[in-house]
């Protein structure tokens, strides 16, 4: 099949050139568009146009945002994720914030992010764009840097022994050895990032707070729109092009990047997706203009590094020389310099633990004199209507768990069925689960449902895809020679599944698991409390709880709600998934 393709890519270059030059056309009349609209005059609270003419414009405002706000989660993955890695008291620092901000519904941030930003940019659009990139990249980051984090401390000593026998510098590492090993969870994982941001698009493009209607123009605000004037219309219409917006990110982005990533794989699989060359690699190879491209890029980059290896052919005699002087300095120097770096490491570690510990007393002090309003009656619902989300949480993971585990193990097994369903399941883990819900509703409404229960079965439309996408990752990189081994011993396929297949989708469950609860716990608030027909929906739930106070602009409440979800979540983490993470890395762990 792909040798036709190829073939007939050879022959029609022109129509090659022609597709590359329509696709930076669209990147430049995005950026154009976007930059107009962050530029344009500060408007709270406007109208949307909800014929079909209109999508494409708002979509393409949509994907800007979305990309940004990835581009922002990338580059904070790199830098945090690589000095939580490396750095033991970053990790200590990092972790537990990263732990505590994954578990900070997109609502949380919403209130200090929009007043603060509006101050800074009164008379602009820039503050509540803003604004709405930063909410998506709190949906988006945490799974990358996580995922960083872990790909770094897996990595085999035997490598680093390798690349301090090869001489290579801390930052040569990085990219010869580091970034390599971490690139496929990376690329994976930024998938499932992507698909986050995406889930709470409709809130982050449209939102109250307090008296004020926030909107911004987009494929979510319009959702939201169609949603409250109940155009079933454009609901299908957004829909529609939701789908074929994901669908085009994961034919032009993630197939070729998830096919490149392959190369770094340190062990074979049976990875089925990294055989074929994606459709626009070939479409590249063969276009002229992206030829051009390339090679005038890599002159750029030939004579810069050229420039450099003068200049560091000049120094290095004398960094020669001054190593030698060094070298010839007493031993005793030499200590009392490493008792002086020593020192000063530890006075630099006691300064940044100092500045933390200041920095925590100043936000609990501000978050007591905020909380302190509340009464006894307040924390009590409180607490209970954390219990019955709770419950909702764990009833979506379990429901999810039931049928996304042997389907994902089956999927992931078998080639032919990962070719065909992989972008599927791309599409429904990518696809806003809050732009189903008037459909859901409407059937949970024929089945005579309260929203007590619904609620639940809402967060399992988004959770599901997480745990199913894991799974199949999981099964996918299987080794082959296991499968082959198990074959050859003639075992029952019962002990297929429970020697085999499901000890070694373990580790990937695991996270399939954590970010299904905690993408559970962030769904309750558009789960609990939602806008149907033109009617206000809710039931009892913190999720619920949190909608509310924001919608009033209720601070104090707002705030105690999202410090006991945070609690909670960190709570159930540090005494629940540590332990089975734990168990990942005792007993389900392949040696390399």
Request: proline share 4%; aromatic share 12%.
């Amino acid at each position: 099949m792909y040798s036709r393709v190829v073939a007939r890519l050879e022959k029609s270059k022109p129509g090659a050139n022609t597709v590359v030059l329509a696709f930076l056309g669209f990147c430049i009349y995005g950026l154009i568009a976007t930059a107009k609209q962050w530029h344009g005059p500060y408007r709270s609270g406007i109208s949307l146009d909800l014929s079909l003419a209109m999508l494409p414009l708002y979509a393409t405002y949509s994907l800007f945002r979305a990309l940004t706000a990835y581009l922002l989660s990338l580059s904070f993955t790199l830098v945090f994720g690589y000095l939580a890695a490396k750095v033991k008291i970053a990790e200590k620092l990092i972790v537990p914030l990263l732990d505590i901000g994954q578990s900070i519904p997109v609502l949380g941030f919403l209130p200090s992010l929009v007043l603060g930003l509006l101050a800074l940019f009164p008379d602009s659009n820039v503050g509540l764009e803003l604004a709405c990139i930063i909410m998506i990249f709190t949906g988006q980051v945490w799974n990358m840097t996580f995922s960083f984090i872990s790909s770094l401390k897996s990595i085999p000593k035997e490598l680093y022994e390798m690349t301090e026998n090869l001489g290579l510098s801390r930052f040569q590492t990085l990219l010869r050895l580091e970034l390599p090993c971490s690139a496929t969870g990376l690329a994976w994982n930024s998938l499932m990032s992507m698909a986050g941001g995406w889930f709470f698009l409709t809130v982050c493009e449209a939102f109250i707070l307090g008296d004020q209607n926030f909107r911004v123009p987009g494929l979510g605000s319009y959702m939201a729109v169609a949603i409250e004037n109940n155009n079933t219309q454009a609901i299908g219409a957004g829909i529609a092009t939701m789908i074929g917006l994901i669908v085009m990110i994961d034919f032009v982005v993630w197939r070729p990047v998830i096919a490149w990533t392959g190369r770094f794989r340190l062990s074979e699989s049976n990875d089925s997706l990294n055989r074929n060359i994606p459709f626009v690699s070939l479409l590249l190879s063969e276009a002229s203009v992206f030829k051009k491209m390339a090679e005038f890029s890599q002159k750029f980059f030939r004579l810069r590094s050229e420039k450099k290896r003068a200049m560091n052919a000049n120094s290095a005699i004398l960094l020669r020389s001054t190593k030698r002087q060094r070298s010839e300095q007493p031993i005793r120097i030499s200590l009392l310099s490493r008792m002086g770096q020593m020192g000063r490491t530890k006075g630099l570690a006691f300064a940044i633990k100092s500045l933390v510990a200041l920095f925590v007393a100043l936000i609990a002090i501000k978050l007591y004199a905020l909380v302190s309003v509340l009464g006894f009656g307040d924390w009590q619902e409180i607490f209970l209507a954390t219990g019955l989300t709770f419950l909702r949480v764990i009833g979506a993971v379990i429901l999810g768990s039931l049928w996304a585990i042997p389907v994902g193990i089956l999927i992931g097994l078998s080639p032919r069925l990962t070719r065909l369903l992989q972008p599927v399941v791309q599409i429904g883990a990518s696809f806003p689960a809050p732009m189903l819900y008037p459909i859901a509703l409407a059937f949970f409404q024929l089945m005579h449902l309260s929203l007590s229960v619904s609620a639940s079965l809402l967060m399992l439309l988004g959770v599901q895809w997480y745990i199913l996408f894991n799974v199949l990752a999981g099964a996918v990189g299987i080794s082959q020679d296991l499968r082959e081994s198990f074959k050859s011993m003639s075992v029952s396929k019962k002990s297929h599944w429970l020697r085999l297949y499901l000890p070694s989708i373990y580790p990937s469950l695991v996270t399939g698991l954590v970010t299904a609860a905690g993408g559970a716990w962030n769904a309750s608030i558009v789960s609990e409390y939602l806008i149907y027909k033109g009617e206000v929906l809710k039931t009892r739930g913190l999720g619920a709880m949190i909608s509310q106070a924001t919608s009033q602009g209720n601070f104090s409440l707002l705030a105690a709600c999202l410090m006991v979800m945070a609690f909670t979540v960190v709570f159930f983490n540090r005494f629940v998934w540590s332990r089975l993470y734990e168990t990942v890395e005792t007993r389900f762990r392949f040696e390399r």
